[in-house]
């Protein structure tokens, strides 16, 4: 159910950001100084956490090669596993982090790269059909 709902949530998400950004971009510079800490801390935090359990589990790896060192590998697999998988989260959350942020950055500076009218309601009402 997840791997349904979350695809969704996500682009409504972005869309929304996105929406605001470029219609209403003061009310976006507000958000935005709100969402950029976020996006550094929550990544730093997972790869901390996940350094931390890797941290573990080489500890836990040397005790076992340190009590029994004719042990084969196979019988460690499982700390070999979990290192495995510290790596590969933090390097996913290195980099979703890093593509938030400039996604974030992005869209901070979106009106100037547009120029300065864009997005902005004319004081005369819509020139649009």
Wanted: proline share 5%.
């Amino acid at each position: 159910m997840l791997n349904t709902l979350l695809p969704g949530l996500l682009l409504a998400i972005i869309s929304g950001l996105t929406y605001l950004a470029y219609k209403h971009p003061k009310g976006y510079q507000k958000i935005f100084y709100i969402l950029l800490p976020i996006s550094f801390f929550v990544p730093f935090i997972i790869t901390a956490a996940n350094l931390g359990g890797a941290h573990s589990s080489i500890q836990r790896l040397a005790e076992d090669l340190a009590r029994n060192p004719s042990r084969p590998i196979q019988e460690v697999s499982h700390s070999i596993t979990a290192l495995r998988q510290n790596e590969y989260t933090v390097h996913v959350t290195l980099v979703v982090g890093a593509i938030v942020i400039g996604y974030l950055t992005f869209l901070f500076f979106l009106q100037r790269i547009l120029g300065a009218d864009a997005g902005r309601d004319k004081a005369g009402g819509d020139d649009c059909c």
